[in-house]
T-cell receptor, first 116, second 116 residues
């Protein structure tokens, strides 16, 4: 039973296309995230949702649109893909405890996006 | 704003020896959490250890311990009795327990290579 699962694991597509990555967690966590890891392995937060509500939206191009249909799911849709979008995208979740996030992140396996 | 600095891009250690991976942080938040994550070559992110800013004792988890020096704003990871399977990239991270809870800031990572 995978705690945080994301699909697809690999995605190869042409510039200009639109693609989505799905994420689901079965840990009962309230908070979910999207992180981007670039080719130099730098990890940066993109979005965070707490119980379906967007709470963090870093400076990410508006071609990236997250959607959380319920607190167990957080999807990422990317429009008009560019070469620079090539990266590994990690979904993660954490427990929200009384207004203070305990912080420990449970990561999915990552989705490697390659834009040609 | 939070900042994590890992000054060692790469480290080598002999099998069965101990190694310290450095991490310094900067934050104006009075309450925060510090974390270490491991990323093997397979790509997944694995939580290792957590230290709360108000914890009096250094955190330990098996062969991992966190050398927390609050005044110096450092949170070094010590791995004892290194094993070949410890070869991986290691990330130090922090999150704040304030209203912007849920945002973990990561360092650039240290690649550890364990030599047989």
């Amino acid at each position: 039973d995978t705690a945080v699962s994301q699909t697809p694991k690999y995605l190869v597509t042409q510039m200009g296309n639109d693609k989505s990555i799905k994420c689901e967690q079965n840990l009962g966590h309230d908070t979910m995230y999207w992180y981007k890891q670039d080719s130099k392995k730098f990890l940066k937060i993109m979005f965070s949702y707490n119980n379906k509500e967007l709470i963090i939206n870093e400076t990410v191009p508006n071609r990236f649109s997250p959607k959380s249909p319920d607190k167990a799911h957080l999807n990422l849709h990317i429009n008009s893909l560019e070469l620079g979008d090539s990266a590994v995208y990690f979904c993660a979740s954490s427990l929200w405890a009384g207004g203070a996030d305990t912080g420990e992140l449970f990561f999915g396996e990552g989705s490697r996006l390659t834009v040609l | 704003a939070q900042k994590i600095t890992q000054t060692q891009p790469g480290m080598f250690v002999q099998e069965k020896e101990a190694v310290t991976l450095d991490c310094t942080y900067d934050t104006s938040d009075p309450s925060y959490g510090l974390f270490w994550y491991k990323q093997p070559s397979s790509g997944e992110m694995i939580f290792l250890i957590y230290q709360g800013s108000y914890d009096q004792q250094n955190a330990t988890e098996g062969r991992y311990s966190l050398n927390f020096q609050k005044a110096r704003k450092s949170a070094n990871l010590v791995i004892s009795a290194s094993q070949l399977g410890d070869s991986a990239m290691y990330f130090c991270a922090m999150s704040s327990t304030n209203t912007n809870a849920g945002k973990s800031t990561f360092g650039d990572g240290t690649t550890l290579t364990v030599k047989p």
